[in-house]
């Protein structure tokens, strides 16, 4: 089953500090999605990558295609920044004839405090 | 900008009861998503529709239906709801013709409550 793990589940951190969070996939896929979800439950798309990296701001998301795994950086955290972080996956073959599915994962908790 | 809107942030209902979560978008999209999202299992996808009147099952449609007579609204019915189907329902649009990348926007998102 094609699946997408992300780590930490959980990360705390104090203002200002480098953040790092962790998505590995187990096949091979078209496309890779960072998502952010704050309380309430709202939904909205940082990023979409099928290789090497991009940045917005203080965010910076890579995506290593032979290792099979992405990461999400923030650099000088803010506590604006404390959300739920999830990854999401379009498998290959790349569909174009109907909707493009996502898999996610379970998502990482980030606290950022003063 | 997109905006994809839910019929209600938060609903309550008794077990048993016909339970429709309508879903509007205003992009003129193609594809439309309804999902759960409970906690540790991430977001589910329960069906899906890439046009009018067509849909398709997703990983997790078992207790639930959809309907979509047009383009802008997708409705998720639960028939005779559970509570295992207490959860928040998170619709979704995309456009095949946005890109590779098919970038969903999502809604606010529906805490469902079954008791």
């Known amino acids: 089953k094609n699946e997408v793990e992300q780590s930490p589940q959980n990360l705390t951190a104090q203002e200002g500090e480098f953040i790092t969070i962790n998505c590995s996939y187990s096949?091979?896929?078209?496309?890779l999605h960072w998502l952010q979800q704050h309380p309430g439950g709202g939904i909205v798309s940082l990023f979409m990558?099928?290789?090497g990296k991009k940045k917005h701001g203080r965010l910076i998301a890579t995506i290593n295609i032979q290792e099979k795994h992405s990461s999400l950086h923030i650099t000088a955290s803010h506590p604006r920044d404390s959300a739920v972080y999830i990854c999401?996956?379009?498998?290959?073959?790349?569909?174009?004839?109907?909707?493009?599915?996502?898999?996610f994962g379970t998502g990482t908790r980030l606290q950022v405090t003063l | 900008d997109v905006k994809v809107t839910q019929s209600s942030r938060y609903l309550v209902k008794r077990t048993g009861e016909k339970v429709f979560l309508e879903c509007v978008q205003d992009?003129?999209?193609?594809?439309m998503f309804w999902y759960r999202q409970d906690p540790g299992l991430g977001l589910r996808l329960i069906y899906f529709?890439?046009?009018?009147?067509?849909?398709e099952k997703g990983d997790i449609p078992e207790g639930y239906s959809v309907s979509r007579e047009k383009k802008e609204r997708f409705s998720l019915i639960l028939e005779s709801a559970s509570t295992n189907q207490t959860s928040m329902y998170l619709c979704?649009?995309?456009?095949?013709?946005?890109?590779?990348?098919?970038?969903?926007?999502f809604g606010p998102g529906t805490r469902l409550t079954v008791l």
């Open positions: 979704a649009s995309s456009s095949p013709s946005g890109g590779k990348y098919n970038e969903q926007f």
């Open positions: 096949v091979g896929i078209s496309a």
């Open positions: 990558l099928s290789s």
């Open positions: 999401a996956v379009r498998w290959f073959p790349f569909d174009t004839g109907t909707a493009s599915k996502l898999t």
């Open positions: 992009m003129d999209h193609e594809n």
């Open positions: 529709s890439y046009d009018v009147k067509m849909k």
